[in-house]
Protein backbone atom coordinates (compact mmCIF):
# COMPACT_ATOMS: atom_id res chain seq x y z
CA UNK A 1 0.00 0.00 0.00
CA UNK A 2 0.93 3.62 -0.62
CA UNK A 3 0.56 6.46 1.12
CA UNK A 4 -0.81 9.46 -0.46
CA UNK A 5 -1.21 13.36 1.07
CA UNK A 6 -3.80 15.19 -0.86
CA UNK A 7 -4.00 19.14 -0.46
CA UNK A 8 -7.37 20.19 -0.85
CA UNK A 9 -10.89 18.89 -1.24
CA UNK A 10 -12.35 20.08 -4.08
CA UNK A 11 -13.19 18.50 -7.07
CA UNK A 12 -9.11 17.47 -7.53
CA UNK A 13 -8.19 16.03 -4.69
CA UNK A 14 -11.64 14.77 -4.16
CA UNK A 15 -11.51 12.59 -6.79
CA UNK A 16 -7.98 11.19 -6.30
CA UNK A 17 -9.32 10.49 -3.07
CA UNK A 18 -11.84 8.59 -3.93
CA UNK A 19 -10.17 7.17 -7.27
CA UNK A 20 -7.09 5.98 -5.04
CA UNK A 21 -8.61 4.84 -2.48
CA UNK A 22 -9.03 1.03 -2.29
CA UNK A 23 -5.23 0.08 -2.83
CA UNK A 24 -3.58 2.87 -0.75
CA UNK A 25 -3.62 4.99 2.46
CA UNK A 26 -4.93 8.58 1.73
CA UNK A 27 -4.73 11.49 3.94
CA UNK A 28 -6.68 14.37 2.61
CA UNK A 29 -5.75 17.69 4.19
CA UNK A 30 -8.26 20.94 3.50
CA UNK A 31 -7.45 24.16 4.82
CA UNK A 32 -11.22 25.00 4.90
CA UNK A 33 -13.90 24.06 7.34
CA UNK A 34 -15.08 22.10 5.03
CA UNK A 35 -15.02 19.85 2.27
CA UNK A 36 -15.65 20.22 -1.79
CA UNK A 37 -13.93 23.86 -2.30
CA UNK A 38 -15.84 26.14 -3.61
CA UNK A 39 -19.12 23.80 -5.08
CA UNK A 40 -19.75 23.05 -1.36
CA UNK A 41 -23.59 23.59 -1.36
CA UNK A 42 -25.32 23.93 2.21
CA UNK A 43 -29.15 23.88 3.78
CA UNK A 44 -29.88 27.38 4.45
CA UNK A 45 -30.87 26.78 8.36
CA UNK A 46 -33.68 29.37 8.45
CA UNK A 47 -35.15 28.67 5.21
CA UNK A 48 -34.26 25.19 4.40
CA UNK A 49 -33.12 26.45 0.24
CA UNK A 50 -29.89 24.79 -1.07
CA UNK A 51 -27.55 27.21 -0.90
CA UNK A 52 -24.62 27.41 -3.30
CA UNK A 53 -22.44 29.02 -0.94
CA UNK A 54 -19.06 30.29 -3.30
CA UNK A 55 -21.35 30.76 -6.57
CA UNK A 56 -23.69 28.79 -8.73
CA UNK A 57 -22.56 25.68 -10.29
CA UNK A 58 -24.66 24.43 -12.34
CA UNK A 59 -23.01 20.80 -13.75
CA UNK A 60 -22.54 20.76 -17.63
CA UNK A 61 -20.54 18.55 -19.85
CA UNK A 62 -19.99 16.66 -22.99
CA UNK A 63 -17.88 14.24 -21.18
CA UNK A 64 -19.87 11.11 -20.63
CA UNK A 65 -16.94 9.44 -18.73
CA UNK A 66 -17.35 12.41 -16.41
CA UNK A 67 -21.31 12.42 -16.23
CA UNK A 68 -21.58 8.53 -15.40
CA UNK A 69 -18.72 8.68 -12.88
CA UNK A 70 -20.53 11.95 -11.22
CA UNK A 71 -23.86 10.00 -11.13
CA UNK A 72 -22.46 7.38 -8.75
CA UNK A 73 -22.16 9.96 -5.81
CA UNK A 74 -25.28 11.43 -6.57
CA UNK A 75 -28.64 12.31 -8.35
CA UNK A 76 -28.39 14.63 -11.12
CA UNK A 77 -31.49 16.25 -12.03
CA UNK A 78 -31.80 17.40 -15.34
CA UNK A 79 -31.51 21.45 -15.18
CA UNK A 80 -31.12 24.25 -17.68
CA UNK A 81 -29.47 27.42 -16.81
CA UNK A 82 -31.35 30.15 -18.82
CA UNK A 83 -30.07 33.43 -17.55
CA UNK A 84 -31.60 36.60 -18.42
CA UNK A 85 -29.26 39.89 -18.49
CA UNK A 86 -30.58 43.46 -17.12
CA UNK A 87 -29.26 46.51 -19.73
CA UNK A 88 -30.70 49.82 -19.30
CA UNK A 89 -33.66 48.91 -17.22
CA UNK A 90 -34.46 46.31 -20.00
CA UNK A 91 -34.39 42.50 -20.01
CA UNK A 92 -32.66 40.46 -22.53
CA UNK A 93 -32.34 36.72 -23.19
CA UNK A 94 -28.80 35.32 -22.68
CA UNK A 95 -26.74 33.77 -24.28
CA UNK A 96 -27.01 36.50 -27.26
CA UNK A 97 -29.51 34.16 -29.35
CA UNK A 98 -32.48 35.04 -31.87
CA UNK A 99 -34.65 36.54 -29.22
CA UNK A 100 -31.80 38.59 -27.90
CA UNK A 101 -31.24 39.95 -31.33
CA UNK A 102 -34.87 40.58 -31.96
CA UNK A 103 -35.12 42.52 -28.80
CA UNK A 104 -32.30 44.53 -29.03
CA UNK A 105 -32.60 45.85 -32.67
CA UNK A 106 -36.20 45.88 -32.30
CA UNK A 107 -37.01 43.66 -35.19
CA UNK A 108 -38.73 40.22 -36.66
CA UNK A 109 -35.45 38.57 -37.92
CA UNK A 110 -35.50 35.10 -39.31
CA UNK A 111 -32.42 32.99 -38.27
CA UNK A 112 -31.18 33.39 -41.67
CA UNK A 113 -31.84 37.08 -41.30
CA UNK A 114 -30.09 37.79 -37.89
CA UNK A 115 -27.20 35.60 -38.95
CA UNK A 116 -27.10 37.75 -42.02
CA UNK A 117 -27.33 41.23 -40.05
CA UNK A 118 -25.27 40.39 -37.55
CA UNK A 119 -22.46 39.24 -40.27
CA UNK A 120 -22.86 42.83 -41.21
CA UNK A 121 -22.38 44.28 -38.17
CA UNK A 122 -19.19 42.29 -37.58
CA UNK A 123 -15.47 44.52 -37.27
CA UNK A 124 -14.33 42.42 -40.64
CA UNK A 125 -10.77 44.27 -40.21
CA UNK A 126 -10.14 41.65 -37.16
CA UNK A 127 -8.80 38.14 -38.70
CA UNK A 128 -7.46 36.34 -35.84
CA UNK A 129 -9.13 38.19 -32.42
CA UNK A 130 -5.71 38.98 -30.35
CA UNK A 131 -8.19 40.01 -26.93
CA UNK A 132 -11.71 39.81 -25.83
CA UNK A 133 -12.55 43.03 -27.48
CA UNK A 134 -11.41 41.93 -30.64
CA UNK A 135 -13.43 38.75 -29.93
CA UNK A 136 -16.59 40.44 -29.38
CA UNK A 137 -16.23 42.80 -32.22
CA UNK A 138 -15.85 40.46 -34.62
CA UNK A 139 -18.48 38.34 -32.85
CA UNK A 140 -21.31 40.41 -32.94
CA UNK A 141 -20.57 43.53 -33.75
CA UNK A 142 -20.17 47.02 -31.45
CA UNK A 143 -23.42 47.55 -30.41
CA UNK A 144 -23.93 43.81 -28.26
CA UNK A 145 -20.50 44.01 -27.41
CA UNK A 146 -21.13 47.55 -25.35
CA UNK A 147 -24.64 46.69 -24.17
CA UNK A 148 -24.12 42.93 -22.96
CA UNK A 149 -19.87 42.32 -22.48
CA UNK A 150 -18.26 45.21 -21.66
CA UNK A 151 -19.48 46.89 -18.63
CA UNK A 152 -20.11 43.43 -17.58
CA UNK A 153 -16.60 42.35 -18.41
CA UNK A 154 -15.16 45.10 -16.50
CA UNK A 155 -16.88 44.80 -13.74
CA UNK A 156 -15.90 41.06 -14.25
CA UNK A 157 -12.29 41.43 -14.53
CA UNK A 158 -11.50 44.77 -13.47
CA UNK A 159 -9.61 45.69 -16.54
CA UNK A 160 -9.76 46.87 -20.05
CA UNK A 161 -11.31 43.98 -22.06
CA UNK A 162 -8.39 44.68 -24.34
CA UNK A 163 -6.30 42.95 -21.70
CA UNK A 164 -8.29 39.87 -21.51
CA UNK A 165 -7.50 36.94 -23.72
CA UNK A 166 -10.13 36.35 -26.49
CA UNK A 167 -10.47 32.60 -25.09
CA UNK A 168 -13.03 33.99 -22.38
CA UNK A 169 -15.56 35.10 -24.48
CA UNK A 170 -15.35 32.16 -26.74
CA UNK A 171 -17.11 30.05 -23.15
CA UNK A 172 -20.55 31.51 -24.57
CA UNK A 173 -22.37 30.46 -28.08
CA UNK A 174 -24.05 33.09 -30.08
CA UNK A 175 -27.71 31.38 -31.40
CA UNK A 176 -29.24 32.32 -34.91
CA UNK A 177 -32.51 30.63 -32.77
CA UNK A 178 -34.27 31.00 -29.80
CA UNK A 179 -32.60 28.02 -27.79
CA UNK A 180 -31.66 30.49 -24.55
CA UNK A 181 -30.28 27.12 -22.63
CA UNK A 182 -26.73 29.08 -21.63
CA UNK A 183 -24.68 26.15 -21.79
CA UNK A 184 -23.88 25.07 -25.11
CA UNK A 185 -23.05 20.85 -23.66
CA UNK A 186 -25.57 18.43 -23.93
CA UNK A 187 -25.65 17.19 -20.49
CA UNK A 188 -26.63 19.23 -17.69
CA UNK A 189 -28.03 19.15 -14.18
CA UNK A 190 -27.83 20.26 -10.60
CA UNK A 191 -27.68 17.43 -7.51
CA UNK A 192 -30.67 16.65 -6.22
CA UNK A 193 -29.02 17.16 -2.56
CA UNK A 194 -26.99 19.28 -3.28
CA UNK A 195 -22.72 19.34 -4.32
CA UNK A 196 -21.53 18.56 -0.62
CA UNK A 197 -23.34 15.16 -0.74
CA UNK A 198 -20.93 14.23 -3.43
CA UNK A 199 -18.01 15.05 -1.91
CA UNK A 200 -18.93 13.62 1.47
CA UNK A 201 -19.61 10.28 -0.55
CA UNK A 202 -16.23 10.61 -2.36
CA UNK A 203 -14.59 10.69 0.85
CA UNK A 204 -16.21 8.23 3.14
CA UNK A 205 -13.57 5.17 2.95
CA UNK A 206 -11.86 3.48 5.44
CA UNK A 207 -8.49 4.60 3.74
CA UNK A 208 -9.26 8.12 3.41
CA UNK A 209 -8.63 10.49 6.98
CA UNK A 210 -10.01 14.47 6.23
CA UNK A 211 -8.18 17.05 7.92
CA UNK A 212 -10.29 20.14 8.09
CA UNK A 213 -8.88 23.61 9.54
CA UNK A 214 -5.28 23.08 8.56
CA UNK A 215 -3.43 25.55 6.10
CA UNK A 216 -0.38 23.58 4.61
CA UNK A 217 2.43 25.00 3.36
CA UNK A 218 5.53 23.48 0.83
CA UNK A 219 7.86 23.49 3.86
CA UNK A 220 5.42 21.86 6.08
CA UNK A 221 4.75 18.93 4.12
CA UNK A 222 6.66 15.89 5.51
CA UNK A 223 7.60 14.29 2.25
CA UNK A 224 9.95 11.43 3.61
CA UNK A 225 6.24 9.99 4.96
CA UNK A 226 4.53 10.06 1.50
CA UNK A 227 4.65 8.15 -1.64
CA UNK A 228 3.58 11.02 -3.54
CA UNK A 229 1.60 14.43 -2.65
CA UNK A 230 -1.05 16.30 -5.01
CA UNK A 231 -1.61 19.49 -4.73
CA UNK A 232 -4.65 21.63 -5.42
CA UNK A 233 -3.54 25.42 -4.02
CA UNK A 234 -2.28 27.91 -5.35
CA UNK A 235 0.70 27.42 -7.66
CA UNK A 236 1.80 30.74 -6.59
CA UNK A 237 1.48 30.41 -2.46
CA UNK A 238 3.48 27.01 -2.63
CA UNK A 239 6.49 28.66 -4.42
CA UNK A 240 5.66 31.27 -1.51
CA UNK A 241 5.13 34.08 -4.34
CA UNK A 242 8.45 33.85 -4.97
CA UNK A 243 7.96 35.57 -8.12
CA UNK A 244 5.14 37.66 -7.31
CA UNK A 245 1.60 37.27 -7.33
CA UNK A 246 -0.53 35.73 -10.29
CA UNK A 247 -3.52 37.63 -10.93
CA UNK A 248 -6.86 36.43 -9.75
CA UNK A 249 -10.33 37.17 -9.18
CA UNK A 250 -12.25 36.85 -6.53
CA UNK A 251 -15.98 37.01 -6.11
CA UNK A 252 -18.10 37.93 -2.70
CA UNK A 253 -21.65 37.84 -1.87
CA UNK A 254 -24.43 40.07 0.19
CA UNK A 255 -26.99 37.33 1.11
CA UNK A 256 -30.85 38.55 1.35
CA UNK A 257 -33.82 36.58 2.69
CA UNK A 258 -37.24 37.21 1.74
CA UNK A 259 -40.95 36.12 1.13
CA UNK A 260 -41.86 34.60 -2.00
CA UNK A 261 -40.24 35.11 -5.51
CA UNK A 262 -37.50 38.17 -6.02
CA UNK A 263 -36.93 37.76 -9.35
CA UNK A 264 -38.42 34.75 -11.23
CA UNK A 265 -35.31 32.99 -12.62
CA UNK A 266 -32.19 31.16 -10.93
CA UNK A 267 -29.90 33.89 -12.56
CA UNK A 268 -29.55 37.19 -13.82
CA UNK A 269 -26.74 39.05 -15.16
CA UNK A 270 -26.43 43.31 -14.61
CA UNK A 271 -24.97 44.56 -18.03
CA UNK A 272 -24.52 48.14 -17.30
CA UNK A 273 -21.32 49.32 -15.17
CA UNK A 274 -22.92 51.86 -12.93
CA UNK A 275 -24.48 49.05 -11.02
CA UNK A 276 -22.03 47.74 -8.74
CA UNK A 277 -22.61 43.70 -8.81
CA UNK A 278 -22.30 41.73 -11.64
CA UNK A 279 -25.60 39.67 -11.44
CA UNK A 280 -27.92 38.09 -8.85
CA UNK A 281 -28.52 34.83 -7.51
CA UNK A 282 -31.60 33.43 -6.46
CA UNK A 283 -30.88 30.01 -5.29
CA UNK A 284 -34.49 28.18 -4.84
CA UNK A 285 -34.95 28.60 -8.67
CA UNK A 286 -31.74 25.61 -8.97
CA UNK A 287 -33.77 23.36 -6.96
CA UNK A 288 -37.15 23.98 -8.89
CA UNK A 289 -37.98 20.36 -7.93
CA UNK A 290 -38.67 22.14 -4.31
CA UNK A 291 -41.42 24.21 -2.79
CA UNK A 292 -39.84 27.00 -0.59
CA UNK A 293 -42.51 30.49 0.51
CA UNK A 294 -39.44 31.71 1.55
CA UNK A 295 -36.63 32.96 -0.96
CA UNK A 296 -32.91 33.60 -0.43
CA UNK A 297 -30.79 35.38 -2.84
CA UNK A 298 -26.72 36.74 -3.23
CA UNK A 299 -26.15 39.85 -4.61
CA UNK A 300 -22.20 38.66 -6.60
CA UNK A 301 -19.86 41.41 -6.75
CA UNK A 302 -16.07 40.87 -8.12
CA UNK A 303 -12.47 42.48 -6.43
CA UNK A 304 -9.14 41.64 -7.24
CA UNK A 305 -8.01 39.24 -5.07
CA UNK A 306 -6.14 40.46 -1.64
CA UNK A 307 -3.81 38.59 0.50
CA UNK A 308 -6.95 36.52 2.55
CA UNK A 309 -9.50 36.39 -0.36
CA UNK A 310 -10.56 33.03 -2.05
CA UNK A 311 -9.05 33.27 -5.68
CA UNK A 312 -11.65 32.20 -8.10
CA UNK A 313 -10.66 33.62 -11.74
CA UNK A 314 -7.26 33.48 -12.73
CA UNK A 315 -6.85 36.39 -14.74
CA UNK A 316 -4.13 34.72 -16.87
CA UNK A 317 -2.61 38.11 -18.45
CA UNK A 318 0.46 38.63 -20.29
CA UNK A 319 2.46 39.34 -17.08
CA UNK A 320 0.46 36.81 -15.34
CA UNK A 321 1.50 33.91 -17.89
CA UNK A 322 4.99 34.95 -17.94
CA UNK A 323 5.23 34.95 -14.15
CA UNK A 324 3.33 31.05 -14.10
CA UNK A 325 6.34 30.17 -16.74
CA UNK A 326 8.82 30.63 -13.76
CA UNK A 327 6.64 28.78 -11.51
CA UNK A 328 5.75 25.87 -13.62
CA UNK A 329 10.06 25.67 -14.19
CA UNK A 330 9.94 25.07 -10.65
CA UNK A 331 7.48 22.89 -10.48
CA UNK A 332 9.03 20.46 -13.73
CA UNK A 333 11.94 20.24 -11.09
CA UNK A 334 9.54 18.19 -8.40
CA UNK A 335 9.39 14.55 -8.88
CA UNK A 336 7.28 13.74 -5.69
CA UNK A 337 4.41 15.88 -5.94
CA UNK A 338 1.41 16.72 -9.14
CA UNK A 339 0.17 19.88 -9.22
CA UNK A 340 -3.33 19.84 -10.30
CA UNK A 341 -6.46 21.34 -11.20
CA UNK A 342 -7.86 25.09 -11.29
CA UNK A 343 -5.16 27.01 -8.85
CA UNK A 344 -2.69 24.37 -9.29
CA UNK A 345 -2.20 25.15 -12.81
CA UNK A 346 -3.73 28.58 -13.05
CA UNK A 347 -6.63 27.84 -16.02
CA UNK A 348 -9.79 28.55 -16.19
CA UNK A 349 -11.32 25.17 -15.63
CA UNK A 350 -15.11 24.25 -15.22
CA UNK A 351 -15.74 21.38 -12.74
CA UNK A 352 -16.29 18.20 -15.29
CA UNK A 353 -12.38 19.46 -16.64
CA UNK A 354 -11.55 18.99 -13.24
CA UNK A 355 -13.28 15.96 -12.75
CA UNK A 356 -11.68 14.53 -16.00
CA UNK A 357 -8.18 15.51 -15.30
CA UNK A 358 -8.04 13.89 -11.79
CA UNK A 359 -9.88 10.90 -13.33
CA UNK A 360 -7.00 10.47 -15.57
CA UNK A 361 -4.08 11.46 -13.31
CA UNK A 362 -5.37 9.02 -10.92
CA UNK A 363 -4.51 6.37 -13.22
CA UNK A 364 -0.82 6.87 -13.63
CA UNK A 365 -0.72 5.91 -9.00
CA UNK A 366 -3.38 3.29 -8.83
N1 LIG B 1 -19.79 37.85 -19.92
C1 LIG B 1 -20.30 39.09 -20.19
N2 LIG B 1 -21.63 39.32 -19.96
C2 LIG B 1 -22.45 38.38 -19.46
C3 LIG B 1 -21.93 37.11 -19.17
C4 LIG B 1 -20.60 36.88 -19.41
O1 LIG B 1 -19.59 39.99 -20.60
O2 LIG B 1 -23.64 38.67 -19.25
C5 LIG B 1 -18.35 37.63 -20.16
C6 LIG B 1 -17.53 37.82 -18.88
O3 LIG B 1 -16.30 38.41 -19.22
C7 LIG B 1 -17.35 36.40 -18.40
C8 LIG B 1 -17.21 35.64 -19.73
O4 LIG B 1 -18.12 36.31 -20.60
O5 LIG B 1 -16.21 36.26 -17.59
C9 LIG B 1 -17.54 34.18 -19.62
O6 LIG B 1 -18.83 34.02 -19.08
P1 LIG B 1 -19.24 32.75 -18.22
O7 LIG B 1 -20.69 32.84 -17.97
O8 LIG B 1 -18.69 31.54 -18.88
O9 LIG B 1 -18.45 33.04 -16.87
P2 LIG B 1 -18.48 32.21 -15.49
O10 LIG B 1 -19.65 31.31 -15.47
O11 LIG B 1 -17.19 31.46 -15.47
O12 LIG B 1 -18.54 33.28 -14.47
Same mark, same amino acid.
Given at each position: ?19 ? /? ?16 ? /??? $? ?7 ? !? ?9 ? &? ?10 ? /? ?23 ? %? ?18 ? @? ?6 ? @? ?17 ? +? ?15 ? $? ?47 ? !? ?8 ? &?????? %? ?24 ? $? ?25 ? %? ?8 ? &? %? ?10 ? @??? @? ?6 ? +????? &? ?46
Amino acid at each position: MKKYLIIGSGFSGSVLAQQL /CENNIIHVVEERSHIGGN /CYT $EKDPETGIT !LHQYGPHIFNT &DNVEVWNYIQQF /CEMVPFINRVKSVYQNQVYSLPINL %HTINQFFQKDFSPKEARSFI @ESLSDTSI @EVPKNFEEQALKFVGKDLY +KAFFHGYTKKQWGCEPT $ELPASILKRLPVRFNYNDNYYAMPLQGIPRNGYTEIFEKMLDHPNITVT !LNKKITAEEI &DFSEYD %HVFYSGPIDAYFDYKYGRLGYRTVFF $EKFTDEGDFQGNAVINYADQEIPHTRI %HEHKHFTPWE &D %HEQTVYFKEFSK @ETE @ENDIPYYP +KRLQG &DIEMLEKYSEEKDKLSNITFIGRLATYRYMDMHHVIAEALETAKRFR
